[in-house]
T-cell receptor, first 113, second 113 residues
Framework: GDSVTQMEGPVTLSEEAFLTINCTYT??????LFWYVQYPGEGLQLLLKATKADDKGSNKGFEATYRKETTSFHLEKGSVQVSDSAVYFCALSDESSGDKLTFGTGTRLAVRP | KAGVTQTPRYLIKTRGQQVTLSCSPI?????VSWYQQTPGQGLQFLFE???????NKGNFPGRFSGRQFSNSRSEMNVSTLELGDSALYLCASSLWTGDTEAFFGQGTRLTVV
């Protein structure tokens, strides 16, 4: 079945540092890939998505590229801010699995001033 | 426009009781999905409803059920509550089933004592 593996957290960075959160996936079909962010006490917000190989999703300075050859969708940001502190979830949606979202375990990011 | 609304935000129930959670999707959205979030299991798919029909179901016992009304509002019910049902229950709405963009509510925090 489908699965998503993302790096364990927490990740602690200083403000303006470079961020990478690794995500790899296993899927039977051709999935769409997503990054969601969850701030404390809140639900999930879609951060970015990519629906086919080599697509790059981007939003609010975050980027991720759909790499079919390495089955990866790593999240990057060039300069993090304190306000980026949250939990980040990598997810996939696969038509062969009924389009439900399959999530990774989440990576907590803490950014120090 | 208004986002996804889940009520109530917090619930405390006793083992053996039943509970009903409500989700009002974004206006015009016809697909509603439910997810359970726990520290141990992460985010797990419960079920999806589209046009009042259950389209997809996750691996949860029959104590978990749901329904969708003609106005696309959805409810999920958990009967014979167990301590392990304590979780954040998240609802997500999409324009239609198979849509790659899901919008999440803030969730209902259920505590079973």
């Amino acid at each position: 079945g489908d699965s998503v593996t993302q790096m364990e957290g927490p990740v602690t960075l200083s403000e303006e540092a470079f961020l990478t959160i690794n995500c790899t996936y296993t899927a039977t079909g051709y999935p769409s890939l997503f990054w969601y962010v969850q701030y404390p006490g809140e639900g999930l917000q879609l951060l970015l998505k990519a629906t086919k190989a080599d697509d790059k999703g981007s939003n609010k300075g975050f980027e991720a590229t759909y790499r079919k050859e390495t089955t990866s969708f790593h999240l990057e940001k060039g300069s993090v801010q304190v306000s980026d502190s949250a939990v980040y979830f990598c997810a996939l949606s696969d038509e062969s699995s009924g389009d439900k979202l399959t999530f990774g375990t989440g990576t907590r990011l803490a950014v120090r001033p | 426009k208004a986002g996804v609304t889940q009520t109530p935000r917090y619930l405390i129930k006793t083992r053996g009781q039943q509970v009903t959670l409500s989700c009002s999707p974004i206006s015009g959205h016809r697909s509603v999905s439910w997810y359970q979030q726990t520290p141990g299991q992460g985010l797990q798919f419960l079920f999806e409803y589209f046009s009042e029909t259950q389209r997809n179901k996750g691996n949860f016992p029959g104590r978990f059920s749901g329904r969708q009304f003609s106005n696309s509002r959805s409810e999920m019910n958990v009967s014979t509550l167990e301590l392990g049902d304590s979780a954040l229950y998240l609802c997500a709405s999409s324009l239609w089933t198979g849509d790659t963009e899901a919008f999440f509510g803030q969730g209902t925090r259920l505590t079973v004592v």
